[in-house]
């Protein structure tokens, strides 16, 4: 079945720094969506992507989708202790009737 | 947005109960809810798909009998784990589909099961 990696699991960073967490699946995407999820809260919508090599941005958040449309990105610049969460990727698979979800990485911010 | 809400948020039941969470799509109809699980510090893992008026699908390995799943109409969903033990403690959300928002999901605020 469809499966979808992330990397790093874990990162820690010292506020101002930068942040930038990987995705990877093992088959073709027809789109790719990201989601927050804080800790003790539920997943929150930030993105879709649907072309190849579609880069979106939101304030100091890039998303990038690979032009196989088989990996994607999500860069933080100059990360502030509000970006803290997990942040998951996911695809829709079963003829788009699915909606998988990555492994997550989970990003801490330290003063 | 569109808002879903999810009922209880936590819950703690003695082994061999059975617990039903329910959760409503507030200002927007769902044509589809999707039930997931997820273990601390791990990623949503896909239980079930439930579309209104029929029976839901389950993914491999989840026992349909065990986790009930109703979806009665456009604006509610439940999910009855029967005969809960304590293996089945873990945070159930709930998600649904809407007309009109694309592909994106709305996902319930979650509950904490523990059985003790």
């Known amino acids: 079945g469809q499966q979808v990696m992330q990397i790093p699991q874990y990162q820690h960073v010292q506020e101002g720094e930068d942040f930038t967490t990987y995705c990877n699946s093992s088959?073709?995407?027809?789109?790719i969506q990201w989601y927050k999820q804080r800790p003790g809260g539920h997943p929150v919508f930030l993105i879709q992507l649907v072309k190849s090599g579609e880069v979106k941005k939101q304030k100091r958040l890039t998303f990038q989708f690979g032009e196989a449309k088989k990996n994607s990105s999500l860069h933080i610049t100059a990360t502030q202790t509000t970006d803290v969460g997990t942040y998951f990727c996911a695809g829709w698979r079963g003829g788009g009737n699915k909606l998988t979800f990555g492994t997550g990485t989970q990003l801490k911010v330290e003063l | 947005g569109a808002v879903v809400s999810q009922h209880p948020s936590r819950v703690i039941c003695k082994s061999g109960t059975s617990v039903k969470i329910e959760c409503r799509s507030l200002?927007?109809?769902?044509?589809?809810m999707f039930w997931y699980r997820q273990f601390p510090k791990q990623s949503l893992m896909l239980m079930a798909t439930?579309?209104?008026?029929?029976?839901?699908?389950?993914e491999q390995g989840v026992e349909k009998d065990k986790f009930l799943i109703n979806h009665a109409s456009l604006t509610l969903s439940t999910l009855t784990v029967t005969s809960a033990h304590p293996e089945d403690s873990s945070f159930y959300i709930c998600?649904?589909?809407?007309?009109?928002?694309?592909?994106?999901?709305?996902f319930g605020s979650g509950t904490q099961l523990s059985v003790l």
């Open positions: 200002d927007f109809q769902a044509t589809t």
């Open positions: 998600s649904a589909r809407a007309r009109g928002y694309d592909e994106k999901l709305f």
């Open positions: 088959t073709t995407l027809s789109n």
């Open positions: 439930s579309n209104e008026g029929s029976k839901a699908t389950y």
